[in-house]
């Protein structure tokens, strides 16, 4: 049995037929009616995959312009799975967390090469931002600039699932309520360790640069989770 043939038997026959269509013919998919025709299936049985694929966020499906495939997305795909994981035990998020600080250590070196003098700048400057919003009475904790700078560090990578975990992962990390979760010594103590990488990878020091990302990465150990960790509203 070939690749191709394992990978086809893996998938439902809609999900098979979905990733098959491209281009013009992607953006509307037929009517159940229609479907059931093509591909011998029930309509009972095409409303359960439908579904399947909808959850997994492969197409969406409007009144006046029924059903069309959308753009693959791993971070949508897998935020689904992480979010029934967090409800199920928020105590899951430790080892989300895990998973993600051992993805960016993988990738660090290779993506923080890749960084232009307009990307270091523009790392610059989100700092800048948050520091201003830290220094503020009373003081803004800095989400969007936190979830911005990591996810910036990791821009030029070409692997779309590395980028789709890793923006899976802040999402979890809203999930949990570490956005709204005010420590301004913790968070203080983030951006200067933000300041030292930038200045670093700003200077070629990767190994320094390094040291001083993974150093920062350790300390969300030391969080207390936030109370709306356990309940999802």
């Known amino acids: 049995m070939t690749k191709r043939a394992n990978h086809t038997q893996a998938l439902s026959d809609f999900l098979h037929y979905l990733s098959q269509r491209t281009g013009a013919e992607s953006d509307r998919i037929p009517s159940l009616i229609e479907l059931s025709q093509q591909l011998g299936l029930s309509v009972a049985t095409l409303r359960e995959q439908l579904e399947v694929a909808r959850t997994l966020g492969l ?4 009144p006046r312009t029924g059903i069309q495939k959308i753009p693959y997305s791993f971070t949508r795909t897998l935020a689904t799975s992480i979010n029934y994981a967090l409800a199920e035990n928020p105590a899951n998020f430790s080892q989300i967390a895990d998973l993600r600080r051992h993805l ?3 990738y660090w070196m290779e993506a923080a090469s890749k960084l232009t003098h307009d990307d270091i700048d523009n790392l ?3 700092i800048d931002t948050a520091n201003r919003k830290l220094k503020l009475r009373p003081p803004q904790i800095p989400h969007p600039e936190h979830k911005r700078y990591h996810l910036m ?4 990578l070409a692997n779309p699932f590395v980028l789709g ?3 899976a992962y802040w999402q979890a990390y809203e999930t949990m309520g570490y956005d709204v979760y005010a420590d301004m010594a913790y968070l203080e103590k983030v951006w200067s360790y933000h300041q030292r990488t930038v200045d670093q990878i700003a200077k070629g020091e990767l190994d320094a640069g390094y040291k001083s990302f993974f150093s920062h990465l350790e300390m969300i150990n030391n969080r207390v989770t936030p109370s709306r960790g356990s309940n999802f509203e």
Not at 59 to 62: A, D, H, T
Not at 153 to 156: A, D, G, I, L, V
Request: a neutral charge; aromatic letters at 12%; proline letters at 0%.
């Open 104 to 106: 960016e250590s993988a």
């Open 124 to 126: 610059y400057a989100i």
């Open 59 to 62: 197409l969406q499906i409007k």
């Open 165 to 167: 975990m890793l923006e």
């Open 153 to 156: 560090m990791y821009q030029k």
